[in-house]
């Protein structure tokens, strides 16, 4: 994917933590679907379905309770900035606690992105992926 955007890696610090967030979103979101696109062959509207299941907040709050001890040092500083910082946007079915457990996890996607840490960042979202694979018995 980075060779198709001329992508370079930058320092992921120059960017604000809702800037990280909005990206890492996007990332999770396009990782995730082209996981279930590859792995099977359904109606867009179940595809639909099998992604939000994965990339709503409370579910990325629940992945962060599980897995929060294993995230590095750098990535613990990154998600408490994007959990920290004042948001003006709510989440639709989260809690606010919810929703900056997300926001958080978020800035940490978009921060291995943008400095260029894919394999950092696949190895998180597979086990978000198998996470709820386990949980959905699917």
Do not use: W
């Amino acid at each position: 994917m980075e060779e198709s955007l001329n992508r370079q890696a930058t320092n992921p610090y120059q960017y604000s933590p809702l800037a990280l967030a909005y990206i890492g979103d996007s990332v999770l979101d396009l990782m995730v679907k082209n996981y279930f696109v590859t792995a099977s062959n359904m109606q867009p509207y179940k595809y639909h379905k099998q992604v939000t299941n994965i990339v709503k907040a409370v579910n990325q709050a629940a992945f962060i309770d599980t897995h929060i001890e294993e995230l590095s040092d750098e990535e613990l500083d990154i998600y408490k900035r994007g959990r920290n910082t004042s948001t003006h946007s709510k989440a639709k079915n989260a809690t606010q606690a919810e929703y900056k457990k997300a926001t958080g996890l978020e800035a940490v996607l978009g921060y291995l992105y943008m400095s260029g840490q894919n394999e950092r960042l696949n190895t998180l979202v597979d086990m978000m992926i198998k996470d709820y694979l386990a949980c959905t018995d699917k």
